[in-house]
């Protein structure tokens, strides 16, 4: 039983990367079951309208709930988790990135950043798991991008998309802390030489400086993970 991902979008082309690199693979060997659908399906006036302008008055165009009632309806079972990205959501995590992976099916809305009618959502959290997902502090023009960032994140966590499981277990964020920093050869580039008790061969002494490495990066850059 694949992990089926279905996503809705009125910019389907924007998918198409994942037709490659560890994803398309994934989707290849059967591990991904991945569909990409057209909001623009769901309409069925000659011009395909999918927003209108916000009741209240303001800046911007609001999705209309009817096509994303119909698109969801179909889509959405008792399986399903309905990924909302919004920047008015909680904030993606390799935690929730962990919980995603053992789901079943999930479904992403994607709509443009001035949102979809809110009544959207009240309706599909009565009767189904909804999240709304916000990749950052910052904002997007759609969804889209933070559907893709979301799908990459969750999908190398199912088991068989990564092939090498050992390389998940000390990543950045896998321990609550930064990754420590990486080298190959050659072992002078530029003037620069790897830190000597890399090439030492002593592993208890490599894993204590990577332990330290790791601890100095989140000091400097994210000194807000530390207790
Ligand atoms: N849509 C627009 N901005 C977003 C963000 N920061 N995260 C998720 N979805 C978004």
């Known amino acids: 039983e694949p992990m089926r991902i279905d996503i809705v979008t009125i910019f389907p082309a924007f998918f198409d990367v994942l037709d490659v690199s560890l994803i398309g693979k994934a989707r290849d060997r059967g591990i991904l079951d991945m569909h990409v ?49 919004s920047p ?36 599909f959290s009565a009767r189904r798991r909804v999240r709304l997902v916000s990749l950052g502090d910052y904002v997007l023009n759609g969804g889209e991008v933070a559907a893709m960032a979301i799908v990459e994140a969750v ?21 609550g802390l930064l990754e420590y920093p990486s080298y190959t050869k050659p072992p002078t580039w530029r003037d620069l030489e790897v830190p000597p008790v890399l090439l030492s061969g002593n592993h208890g002494a490599i894993a204590t400086w990577r332990q330290e490495q790791s601890l100095e990066r989140t000091r400097l850059h994210r000194p807000d993970l530390l207790p």
């Not at 009741?55 to 399903?80: Q, R």
Request: aromatic letters at 6%; hydrophobic letters at 35%.
């Open 88 to 123: 008015a959501g909680e904030t993606f995590s390799q935690r929730m990135a962990r919980e995603l992976a053992e789901e079943r099916h999930l479904v992403f809305a994607c709509g443009r950043y001035e949102g979809i009618d809110q009544r959207v959502v009240d309706h």
């Open 155 to 175: 999908s190398r966590l199912v088991p068989g998309v990564v092939g090498n499981p050992e390389s998940l277990v000390e990543e950045s964020h896998e321990d």
């Open 37 to 85: 659908h057209d909001l623009r399906d769901w309409t069925h006036d000659r011009h395909r309208t999918v927003d209108d302008t916000p009741y209240g008055g303001g800046a911007g165009m609001v999705m209309k709930p009817e096509p994303w009632g119909e698109a969801l309806d179909g889509l959405l079972t008792s399986e399903s988790v309905l990924l909302v990205p």
